[in-house]
């Protein structure tokens, strides 16, 4: 099974990236997308894992792009991150991110429901900061029972305490990712919590240059349409868990992607598959 869209520690998930590995080999993955957000921190640690549980690793990043008002995920796989313009992105959206948080954390403290020490004791060293991290000081304090409840209420994005933070253009973020010889997959293109696109805005983002649509995706609102557009620009495709840890309900290899589509990541991407 293939399951090329995961997080760890190094971002908003609650697996260490040897943790993460060791979970998907025992939940049957034989190939697995380690994608953190705007982060290729955890890299390192994983693959050490994959060869170790004897699984192969698809070395990717999440990065965030500004479009309509909100922000949109593309994943860029098989990237070499040693590139100026990977480092560029990654610093910029570690410190955009940051700066949000801490604006953030200010409006709910300024209501005492949240403080700056609570939400710091709950973010992993070196971690790209998220409002994940808020959430789970908030569980801590006994406010919300998990992540999903507090992202219903004070974390939304149409949260009185909701702010956005900058991030590049599609066209910035794809070109990064083509730049560092990746292939740059849109993420839970019909994620409605963030922004239900028409037909005609997902035909806008791919004119971006996208190479594929993550379509299999439990958030994705419509899986037919997002099917009849790739089989009509035979974009490439995937499907994938977005697995969190115990940060969210989406399960190991809850959705997967199909050998041929993993074929032509691979085929495109700069960076080789580890063990294989
Ligand atoms: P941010 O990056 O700070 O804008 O926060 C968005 C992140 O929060 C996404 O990457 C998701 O992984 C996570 N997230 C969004 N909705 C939920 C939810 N309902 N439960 C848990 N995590 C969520
Ligand atoms: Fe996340
Ligand atoms: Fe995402
Ligand atoms: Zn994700």
Not at 67 to 86: C, M, N, Q, V
Not at 108 to 123: I, K, M, Q, W, Y
């Amino acid at each position: 099974m293939i399951d090329l869209h995961t997080h760890t520690t190094c971002s908003d998930g609650t697996d260490s990236p040897t943790e993460l590995v060791r979970a998907a080999a025992e939940a049957g993955v034989t190939t697995l997308g380690i994608t953190d957000h705007d982060t290729v921190a955890g890299w390192a640690e994983a693959e050490e894992a994959a060869l170790a549980a004897g699984i192969a690793l698809v070395r990717g990043v999440e990065m965030s792009a500004r479009h309509a008002g909100t922000t949109l995920h593309i994943l860029g796989y098989l990237l070499d991150p040693s590139r100026d313009a990977f480092a560029q992105h990654s610093q910029s959206l570690v410190e955009a991110r940051a700066s949000r948080l801490v604006a953030m954390i200010d409006n709910l403290a300024a209501d005492g429901l949240v403080t700056h020490d609570e939400v710091a004791a709950h973010t992993p060293d070196g971690a790209t900061p998220g409002r994940p991290h808020i959430a789970d000081a908030l569980v801590a304090r006994g406010t919300y029972p998990d992540r999903s409840a507090a992202f219903a209420d004070v974390l939304s994005n149409k949260s009185p305490y909701y702010i956005a933070y900058e991030a590049p253009s599609v066209a910035r973020v794809v070109t990064t990712i083509h730049d560092c010889g990746g292939v740059a997959i849109w993420a839970h293109p019909m994620a409605a919590a963030r922004w239900l696109p028409t037909e005609d805005d997902i035909r806008e983002v791919i004119s971006f240059g996208l190479d594929g649509l993550e379509i299999r995706h439990r958030d994705n609102a419509d899986q037919a349409l997002l099917s009849r557009i790739v089989a009509e620009t035979d974009m490439m495709w995937t499907g994938s868990s977005d697995y969190h840890g115990t940060g969210k309900p989406n399960r190991l290899a809850e959705n997967v992607t199909d050998p041929v589509q993993l074929a032509r990541i691979v085929d495109r991407g700069s960076v080789e598959v580890i063990g294989v």
